[in-house]
């Protein structure tokens, strides 16, 4: 079970959302699939509570999120564009759902992957929430995966000893 409710990531997504395209973002019962090219975003977090944030959209919501951030109007974004406006919404949730933890916890900086029918997967974590929510007629997702107990993060290299 994630650390905050259903209930709290729906309205934390919706006044990102709602902030960032002027355009609510509304719960879904039935999960759902993206299909065709997907923009994935990612921030993780340590400390406190280990785990990760992750928002999935179509690319017609995520040329969205890029025009409206960067005020581009009917101008078209670019790649980098997108890729930056879809993981600063991740960086925002992912802010918001930290700040909700009231623990002593990081933020990573936003992981971004972007093509068709993609899938994305945090070794050593599990789904906790998955919650289904449409925005501007797009379906999307916003997940939370939690850091199995006693799971080792492969390739992280400890710091060197610092003898004095």
């Known amino acids: 079970m ?36 997907t923009v994935i975003a990612v921030v993780h977090i340590s400390g406190g509570w280990e785990g990760t944030v992750a928002i999935q959209v179509p690319m017609s919501l995520a040329s969205r999120i890029a025009r409206a951030m960067f005020r581009l109007g009917d101008e078209g974004p670019s790649d980098a564009d997108i890729h930056d406006a879809v993981g600063e919404v991740a960086n925002m ?27 994305y997967c945090v070794p050593g974590a599990h789904l906790e929430d998955q919650l289904w929510l449409i925005s501007a007629g797009d ?26």
């Open 93 to 119: 949730v992912g802010g918001g759902f930290k700040a909700r933890l009231g623990l002593d916890c990081c933020l990573s900086l936003p992981t971004v992957v972007d093509g068709n029918d993609c899938v």
């Open 139 to 164: 379906r999307f997702s916003v997940s939370i995966l939690a850091r199995d107990a006693g799971a080792e993060i492969r390739g992280h290299v400890a710091p060197p000893e610092v003898h004095a």
């Open 2 to 37: 994630s650390p905050i409710s259903t209930v709290d990531l729906a309205q934390l997504t919706d006044a990102v959302f709602s902030a960032t395209i002027d355009a609510a973002a509304t719960p879904v019962t039935a999960a759902g699939e993206i299909g065709g090219r």
